[in-house]
C-alpha cells in the first residue's frame, strides 16, 4: 500500500526517494503530514492532534499478539483522554450493570496489576475472585514487544520495560521469579556467525563505552559532513569536535570516577540519600565532578537522567541512585533481557494467573515462543480474569468508605459503559490515571498525586536488514549529541524466542531509539506537558523521516541507504511512560512527607495503590514490590 501523494519539489521529491519515503510498505495507509499541516492552518485553533485520524497516528504496529497495540495506540490515548477531560462526570444514566461481583478489581494490566492479581490469588485462596481491567489490546502495560519478519526472519523487540536484574539468591523477588517460572539468571545468548572477525555485543540496547563504541558529531559542532570518534574513551575524545574545557571535564570525570570513586548512599533514608534528594542531578554533577552546566546539558543530559524521562536539570539526584539503593541485585552476573524486554516478565505472570492464556510448556522458551489465547482472558466462570480493552473511568465506593461493604466500578468497553462491584480495588495504574478516576478522594492524596509528574518517551524500533555499515565503522553501539534519539546498539538476543541463534553484521536487528522530550531549564511542569504535546501532535510520517534523516546523516558514508537497508519501523507512543521525581519527591521537603509515601501507607477504605510510581523508580522490581504490598493491604477488605 502506498502512503499517499505529495505535491513536492524536484529535490524534496528526490530527497523522498533517498529516505525510502516513496516505497510501498508494510504499514496502514494514512493522510500525508504536509497536508495535514496545511489544514491546520485553515482551522485555525485546533490541536494538530484533532487532525489526525488513527492510522496518521499509529502507524505500523508490527506482527503478532501486539500488532494493536504499539504503545499508547490512538483509540487507548484519546479513551483516556475522555477521564482526563471529565467526559463520565457525572457518569450517565445508561451504565450497565453487568451483575458481576468480584472479591478484587485490579485496575491496570501491567507488570504492577498482573502481579497484584496473582498475588491476590495466592494469598486468599481459588475460591477468591479477581478481575484484571486492561485499557490496551493486551496485557503488560509498557512491558510488551514488537515483531517484525524481515527477509523471512523473526525479529522481537522491547516497547518500553527493558532489562531484567538478577536477584540476590534468597531475596523476594528471587523466591518470586522461580514461582513464575523464571528460574535462570543468565540467559543463553547468540554466538557470532560469518567470516568476518566478531566484535563483542552487548545484551542490551544501551552503551557502556566500550572500545566498540562511537560518537557521532554533526553540524552542530561545525561539522558537515558528520564526523565520527570511535572508542572515544580510550581515545581520550582524540578528535572530537569539542572545546578544550568540555574535553577535560569529560575525561576528568571519568578519571575521578575510576581513581576516586564517590561516596554513594548505603541504605535509603541515610543522610546521604536525603541530601541527593534535596538538590537536582545536574547540582549533584556540576558539584561531584566540577562540571560546566552547559557541558551536562550538551554532552550528559537526558542520558544522565533517562531512568527518570527528563534531562538532570529537573530531576532530584537521588533518582539517579534510588534503584540501586531499594532494589539491589546480582551484579557479578550482570543485566539480563528478554528477546522482548520485560514483556518476558508479564508473560510467565500471566501463564501463572491464567495457564491457558499462554498454552504449552512454563518454560522460558515456551512462554516467549507461545502465541497468546485470548479467549482465554475472560472466561465467565474462572476465577481470575483479564478484561482487555477496558478503560475504568471511575472508582467510588457504594457509601461512605468506613461502612461501605463494596466499590462500583465503571469501565468503557466498545464505547460503552458497564459497572461491576467489589469488595476490593487495587489502583494499579499510573498516577495520571488514578487520581481521575478514584471519586471523592481524601484531600491528603489528591495533594500527594499533584506532586507526580510524569514524562513523555517516545520508543523507536527500527528494523534493518543488516548492520554492516556500523561494522565498518568498528563499532556496535553509538551515542550522538543532536538531532532525533540520542543512542542505539546492537544486542545479542537470548536464544529462547523465535529468533536466530547467531548473529553477524549481515543479521537482519531491530535498532531502537529512546526518545526523550526535555527542555531544560523550564519548570518540571512545562517541561512534561511540551513534550507531551509534541509526542501527541506529530504524525507517524514525521517521526519517521527525522529517524531516517538521522540514520542517513550518521551512517551514509559507510553505506547506509534507508531505502535498501530499513525494513520497517514501529513508534510506541508513551505520553506518561516515566515518573520524574523532582528534588524532595523521595523524602518529602518542608516537613510535608513524601507523595509515594502517603498513598503506599494510607489506603482509601477498599481502595489500595499498587504501581511503581509509588516508589519513584521507573523498574519492574518496584512494581512488583508495590503490588505485593498492595495486596496485603486488603485482608479486612477481602475477608471482611
Not at 495506540?73 to 482526563?84: G, L, Q, S, Y
Not at 510488551?144 to 536477584?167: C, K, T, W, Y
Not at 510535608?592 to 502517603?598: K, R
Request: net charge neutral.
Amino acid at each position: 500500500m502506498t502512503i499517499g501523494t505529495k505535491t513536492v519539489t524536484a529535490n524534496g521529491a528526490s530527497h523522498d526517494r533517498a529516505l525510502g519515503m516513496d516505497e510501498r510498505i508494510s504499514r496502514r495507509d494514512y493522510l500525508n503530514s504536509t497536508l495535514l499541516a496545511s489544514g491546520g492552518l485553515l482551522l485555525g485553533s485546533m490541536c494538530p492532534l484533532d487532525l489526525m485520524a488513527e492510522n496518521d497516528w499509529d502507524g505500523f504496529g508490527g506482527v503478532g499478539d501486539y500488532s494493536a497495540s504499539n504503545g499508547n495506540t490512538f483509540e487507548v490515548m484519546t479513551e483516556a483522554h475522555k477521564i482526563r477531560d471529565r467526559v463520565f462526570v457525572p457518569l450517565p444514566a445508561d451504565v450497565m450493570d453487568t451483575g458481576e461481583q468480584y472479591d478484587c478489581v485490579v485496575v491496570g494490566g501491567g507488570i504492577s496489576g498482573l502481579a497484584a492479581a496473582l498475588f491476590f490469588q495466592r494469598q486468599y485462596g481459588p475460591r477468591r475472585t479477581c478481575l484484571v481491567l486492561e485499557n490496551h489490546a493486551i496485557f503488560g502495560g509498557e512491558a510488551r514487544r514488537n515483531e517484525f519478519m524481515v527477509d523471512g526472519q523473526r525479529l522481537i523487540a522491547h516497547q518500553g520495560s527493558a532489562m531484567f536484574f538478577p536477584p540476590v539468591p534468597g531475596s523476594f523477588l528471587a523466591e518470586f521469579y522461580n514461582s513464575i517460572g523464571i528460574d535462570v539468571w543468565q540467559f543463553p545468548y547468540q554466538g557470532w556467525s560469518g567470516r568476518d572477525a566478531e566484535i563483542p555485543l552487548g545484551r542490551t540496547p544501551y552503551p557502556d563505552g566500550a572500545k566498540t563504541s562511537g560518537f557521532f558529531f554533526g553540524a552542530k559542532f561545525g561539522q558537515s559532513p558528520g564526523v565520527w570518534v570511535t572508542d572515544p574513551w580510550g581515545k581520550k575524545l582524540d578528535g572530537a569536535p569539542i572545546s578544550e574545557s568540555a574535553r577535560r571535564e569529560l575525561l576528568g570525570m571519568r578519571t575521578k570516577d575510576a581513581t576516586q570513586p564517590r561516596k554513594l548512599p548505603e541504605h535509603h533514608g541515610d543522610a546521604i540519600s536525603r541530601h541527593l534528594d534535596s538538590i537536582t542531578l545536574e547540582q549533584d554533577l556540576m558539584n561531584t565532578y566540577g562540571l560546566e552546566r552547559e557541558t551536562v546539558r550538551t554532552f550528559l543530559s537526558p542520558v544522565a537522567g533517562g531512568g527518570s524521562g527528563l534531562g538532570a536539570d529537573a530531576l532530584s539526584a537521588y533518582a539517579e541512585y534510588a534503584a540501586d539503593v531499594l532494589l539491589p541485585w546480582d551484579y557479578g552476573k550482570g543485566a539480563q533481557m528478554f528477546p522482548g524486554g520485560n514483556a518476558g516478565v508479564a508473560r510467565h505472570i500471566a501463564k501463572q494467573l491464567i495457564p491457558d492464556a499462554l498454552p504449552g510448556a512454563g518454560t522460558l522458551e515456551g512462554i516467549c515462543k507461545s502465541a497468546v489465547n485470548f479467549a482465554a482472558l475472560d472466561r465467565t466462570g474462572q476465577a481470575s480474569r483479564i478484561r482487555v480493552r477496558a478503560t475504568a473511568v471511575s472508582v467510588q465506593h457504594e457509601e461512605a468508605p468506613e461502612t461501605s461493604k463494596f466499590v462500583k466500578v465503571v469501565y468503557s468497553q466498545g464505547s460503552k459503559l458497564s459497572s461491576v462491584r467489589a469488595r476490593s480495588v487495587i489502583m494499579a495504574g499510573g498516577s495520571w490515571t488514578s487520581k481521575h478516576i478514584v471519586k471523592r478522594l481524601p484531600v491528603t492524596h489528591r495533594d500527594a498525586y499533584a506532586q507526580f509528574y510524569r514524562a513523555p518517551c517516545l520508543m523507536a524500533n527500527v528494523a534493518v536488514r543488516n548492520w554492516r555499515f556500523l561494522y565498518k565503522l568498528g563499532i556496535s553501539e553509538c551515542q550522538w549529541f543532536e538531532g532525533i534519539g540520542n543512542y542505539t546498539a546492537v544486542r545479542k538476543m537470548a536464544t529462547f524466542g523465535p529468533l536466530s541463534p547467531t548473529v553477524s553484521p549481515d543479521s537482519p536487528v531491530v535498532l531502537t531509539l529512546k526518545i526523550l522530550f526535555s527542555s531544560p531549564g523550564l519548570p518540571m511542569g512545562q517541561q512534561v506537558t511540551k513534550g507531551r504535546l509534541e509526542l501527541l501532535s506529530t504524525p507517524f510520517r514525521e517521526y519517521e523521516r527525522q529517524i531516517r534523516e538521522q540514520f542517513a546523516m550518521m551512517f551514509s558514508s559507510v553505506g547506509f541507504d534507508a531505502r535498501r537497508d530499513i525494513a520497517g519501523m514501529i513508534l510506541n507512543r508513551w505520553g506518561h511512560a516515566y515518573l520524574s521525581a523532582q528534588p524532595g519527591f523521595f523524602f518529602g521537603s518542608g516537613g510535608a512527607p513524601a507523595p509515594g509515601e502517603v498513598l503506599r501507607n494510607t489506603p482509601y477504605g477498599r481502595i489500595a495503590f499498587a504501581n511503581s510510581d509509588l516508589a519513584g523508580i521507573m523498574d519492574h522490581r518496584a512494581s512488583i514490590i508495590e503490588a505485593h504490598r498492595a495486596v496485603g493491604q486488603l485482608a479486612a477488605s477481602v475477608t471482611g
